[in-house]
C-alpha cells in the first residue's frame, strides 16, 4: 500500500479507501466484515461509508465490526462519513442546516460506536442553508472533538472556491477534501473542479472509478448486459445507464483501457484505477465492491504502475475535445502568459 495525506491535513491516508456502500445492500453483513478485514490487511487505512447508504445499515454494520475487532486493527482505520441527503420525509430530515447535520452526525456516531469520526462530508450543496450555517456548524464539530477534519463531496468548482473562501473570511476550518465522481469516462471534473481543489491545496477522493463498471473490461459493444452486474441486473441504473453511457466515446476509451490491460498484463480495472490515482490532486480512490475477491482485485491496482506510453493512451481515448471556448484551445491560450526573452 501507499500512503499521501488528506489534502492539506496532516492526516496520513492509503491511497486506496473503501467505499461501503454496497454494504447491507449487494453486500451482506459477514461479506463486508469480510471486506473489511482484507482492506486493513493490505495496508489500507481510509474506510467511507455515509448515512444515506442502505438507510443506515452500512454505518451500522461497520460499527459491529469496530466493536469486534481488536483495537490494533481498528486504531488504523481513518473513518469518514457524510450527511446532507434525507433520511426520511421530515422536511427537517435533509440539507446541511445547523439542525440537520447536528442530528445526523449524532446518528452517524451512535450506529459506528464510536465518538468521533476523522472526516465527516457534506454530501452535496445544499442551495436553502446559507453556506455560513453549514461552515459555522462544522467548524463547530471540529472545535469540539466529534469529527477531525470536514470535506465536501459532490461540490462545483465554484461551490468549492465560495466555501474555502467564506471560511477564511470568517477564520473558520477549511475543508481538506473533495469527493467528486472521477474516471476515464467522467473527466469533466478537470475543466473547472479540479483547478480548484489545487488551488485550496485540498485533495480529491474519487467515487465511481470504474464507471459503474464500463471500466471493467466486462461489457461489449455488441451485447447488453445481463446477469450479476449492475448493469445486467438495471441496464438503466442512474448516470451508469446503459443508454446514457454506451456511446462511442465511451468504447473508445473502453478499448484504449483493454489494450493497457493486454500490454501491462494487469487487468482492464487495474489500469482504470492506476490511471486515475496518479491524476493531480487525487488522495485516495475509492473502491466499491460486491465482493472479496473484486476487492482484492482491484486492491492489487497499487502495484500497477503505467508508462508514459500507456497514459498517453488513455489521456488521447478519453479526451472531451472542449470547445475552442472556454475550455479548448482558444480558451486555454488567452488564459496563458508567457514573459518572453529578456
Not at 441527503?85 to 450506529?111: E, I, K, V, W, Y
Not at 456548524?137 to 469540539?144: I, P, Q, Y
Not at 497499487?302 to 472542449?322: E, F, G, P
Request: glycine share 10%; hydrophobic share 40%.
Amino acid at each position: 500500500m501507499r500512503y499521501t495525506t488528506l489534502g492539506h491535513s496532516g492526516c496520513a491516508v492509503s491511497r486506496l479507501c473503501l467505499g461501503t456502500m454496497t454494504f447491507g445492500a449487494e453486500t451482506d453483513e459477514a461479506g463486508s466484515h469480510e471486506q473489511l478485514d482484507v482492506f486493513v490487511e493490505a495496508g489500507g487505512t481510509l474506510v467511507d461509508t455515509a448515512d444515506v447508504y442502505t438507510a443506515g445499515i452500512s454505518e451500522e454494520i461497520i460499527g459491529r465490526w469496530l466493536a469486534d475487532r481488536p483495537a490494533d486493527v481498528t486504531d488504523r482505520v481513518v473513518l469518514a462519513t457524510k450527511a446532507r441527503f434525507p433520511m426520511g420525509a421530515d422536511p427537517q430530515g435533509g440539507g446541511a442546516s445547523t439542525r440537520h447535520l447536528t442530528r445526523a452526525l449524532d446518528a452517524s456516531l451512535r450506529r459506528l460506536g464510536v465518538e468521533a469520526v476523522d472526516l465527516y462530508q457534506v454530501h452535496a450543496w445544499d442551495p436553502v442553508t446559507p453556506l455560513e450555517e453549514t461552515l459555522r456548524t462544522l467548524d463547530g464539530f471540529v472545535r469540539s472533538g466529534r469529527i477531525g477534519y470536514y470535506g465536501l463531496s459532490n461540490f462545483t468548482g465554484w461551490q468549492l472556491t465560495k466555501a474555502v473562501h467564506t471560511a477564511r473570511r470568517l477564520g473558520l476550518a477549511e475543508p481538506v477534501t473533495l469527493q467528486p465522481q472521477y474516471n476515464l469516462v467522467a473527466r469533466e471534473v478537470e475543466w473547472e473542479i479540479v483547478p480548484a481543489v489545487l488551488d485550496a491545496g485540498m485533495g480529491m477522493l474519487p467515487w465511481g472509478p470504474l464507471a459503474g463498471g464500463w471500466l471493467t473490461g466486462k461489457y461489449t459493444r455488441d451485447e447488453r448486459p445481463t446477469g450479476a452486474t449492475r448493469l445486467g441486473e438495471d441496464p438503466g441504473r442512474g448516470m451508469e445507464a446503459w443508454e446514457r453511457r454506451g456511446t462511442e466515446r465511451t468504447w473508445t476509451i473502453v478499448d484504449a483501457v483493454r489494450r493497457v490491460a493486454d500490454e501491462t498484463g494487469a487487468s482492464p480495472s487495474q489500469v482504470a484505477l492506476a490511471w486515475l490515482r496518479e491524476r493531480p490532486g487525487v488522495s485516495s480512490t475509492i473502491l466499491g465492491a460486491r465482493t472479496t475477491e473484486q476487492l482484492r482485485a482491484n486492491l492489487a491496482s497499487i502495484d500497477v504502475v503505467l508508462d508514459d506510453d500507456a497514459t498517453a493512451l488513455l489521456d488521447s481515448a478519453s479526451d472531451l475535445h472542449a470547445a475552442d471556448y472556454p475550455y479548448g484551445e482558444l480558451g486555454r491560450d488567452q488564459r496563458s502568459r508567457t514573459l518572453g526573452d529578456a
